[in-house]
């Protein structure tokens, strides 16, 4: 049983290791793409001529959202809902472009808002789950690392169990996102489709759809590296312990 066990072990360590490359390289892959996309469609006017501010600002409106500010934020790619402050927080290449880049973030961003708005229940999952996740992020910068050092040299897998632990509970969250930012996107998508306003051709609305679907698999690459990473770790201390 013990050598079976040992076996098990290490086909799971090897294989977590492969799927941990894998993954990197499939991550590199989405990341230049999506990138790639914005700034594809960050060249691309509106014909509206409306700047994501103003994007975000008519679909919070539609939505009946008035307590919702939206401001403009440093950095690239840093846009995001915080619902603490009950803003949307637009990075400044969005905030100011008229682009159809800048108005499918926008519009995704708003998305969040009306799922605070009207109480999205993956959306409040998530909320609650944020404090957790706070110190089982803090517990994995050194719990694995160290744990992996005890455990080759001591043979005491207590600390790696609970960087494993906390490991597990980042990654669940990263797959309790996944609905999260899949839902803002279709809400965006099918605001934009309806109001001619903002997107007047079927080609900008394709290409806002094209542009959040890239955003969206960002998030599912992190959370299959999530999932790589806590494979592996289990793995190690499986393999260790037997």
Not at 79 to 100: A, G, W
Request: glycine share 4%; hydrophobic share 50%.
């Amino acid at each position: 049983m013990d050598h079976l066990s040992f076996i098990i072990g290490y086909i799971g360590y090897n294989s977590a290791w492969f799927l941990m490359i894998l993954v990197a390289v499939v991550s590199f892959i989405v990341q230049w793409r999506f990138k790639s996309k914005f700034k594809q469609y960050s060249e691309i006017g509106l014909l509206s001529g409306l700047s994501g501010q103003e994007v975000a600002v008519q679909m919070l409106r539609a939505h009946g959202i008035f307590d919702v500010q939206v401001i403009s934020v440093e950095g690239q790619l840093t846009d995001h809902y915080n619902p603490e402050t009950k803003t949307v927080n637009l990075s400044q290449d969005v905030f100011y472009s008229r682009s159809v880049a800048a108005a499918a973030v926008a519009a995704h961003e708003c998305g969040h808002a009306v799922q605070h708005a009207q109480a999205y229940s993956w959306l409040s999952f998530r909320s609650v789950m944020v404090p957790v996740i706070n110190i089982a992020s803090t517990l994995t910068q050194w719990t694995l690392m160290i744990g992996v050092m005890l455990l080759i040299f001591s043979h005491n897998p207590f600390v790696l169990a609970i960087g494993v632990a906390a490991l597990a509970l980042v990654t669940l969250f990263s797959f309790i996102t996944l609905p999260v930012e899949f839902d803002a996107s279709r809400r965006a998508l099918a605001w934009l489709k309806n109001n001619y306003s903002v997107v007047q051709t079927t080609e900008e609305h394709e290409q806002a759809k094209d542009a959040l679907w890239w955003a969206a698999m960002t998030y599912v690459v992190a959370a299959l590296s999530s999932l790589a990473t806590l494979l592996y770790y289990a793995s190690f201390l499986f393999n260790r312990r037997n």
